[in-house]
């Protein structure tokens, strides 16, 4: 009896990462800069709100235990390890740096195909 494979979990982003990697879908290279450049604006963003720890400690609310619950809570929401600063940090350092990497493939297989257009129809080279 052959030997079952173990299920791999793939993220969309690794899934938009291999797209690009076989050439299932291309970018033209002024797309791929503006959005590379507005992505790695992003993550500057990202990594500054993370540098300054804008919640150090749980808001103080009032004195009673719903309080001091409610602002635990919205303590977690933010710096937990699922909160807001933990996701962004995840955007900045994995997720956003894939897209990028995805979009730098799709922009040079774009151009590639253009360039072998261009030989295939004779023509000179042009803009990409």
Known sequence: ??????????????????GAREGDFTVSAAFADEMIAALQEMITVFRAINEVQPFPEPPRLSDTE???????RMHQSAVGEHGMLHTLDQAATTMLPKVIEALELARRRYIENEEQAMEALHLPGGDA
């Not at 494979?5 to 982003?13: D, M, N």
């Open 66 to 72: 719903a309080a001091r619950w409610i602002s635990d």
């Open 1 to 18: 009896m052959p030997e079952e494979e173990p299920l791999r979990y793939s993220s969309p982003l690794d899934d938009f990462l291999t």
